[in-house]
Nanobody, 125 residues
Framework: QSQLVESGGGLVQPGGSLRLSCAAS????????IGWFRQAPGKEREGVSC????????NYADSVKGRFTISRDNAKNTVFLQMNSLRPEDTAVYYC??????????????????WGQGTQVTVSS
């Protein structure tokens, strides 16, 4: 069964760091653009970051620019989201999504082929 699996979430203090992973099972991520999204309680899902198929193009939401970094390791079939200087407002469930031969996109309206199940990130003292 083809699926995306996120990992790396947890509880961290403000100012701390986490690295999220988005791993593909049953297919290769080499041909997919990847997006990271998050959804806080009572809020709509929003785009956080994305990376193009070959990794040459990335984009970030204004709220995370300079703090988050997206990268991909095709040999490991995994995309990473390094999150530094975390703030309480970053608390949310984080999801990754894959779009075959798509462009880097922060839009949930994109026809994503796969979505992961999400990983909880909680930033609190």
């Amino acid at each position: 069964q083809s699926q995306l699996v996120e990992s790396g979430g947890g509880l961290v203090q403000p100012g701390g760091s986490l690295r999220l992973s988005c791993a593909a099972s049953g297919f290769t991520l080499n041909y997919y653009a990847i997006g990271w999204f998050r959804q806080a309680p009572g809020k709509e899902r929003e785009g956080v970051s994305c990376i193009s198929v070959r990794g040459s193009n990335t984009n970030y939401a204004d709220s995370v620019k300079g703090r988050f970094t997206i990268s991909r390791d095709n040999a490991k079939n995994t995309v990473f989201l390094q999150m530094n200087s975390l703030r309480p407002e970053d608390t949310a469930v984080y999801y990754c999504a894959a779009d075959r031969w798509g462009a880097c996109s922060l839009s949930i309206a994109t026809m994503w082929d796969y979505w992961g199940q999400g990983t909880q990130v909680t930033v609190s003292s």
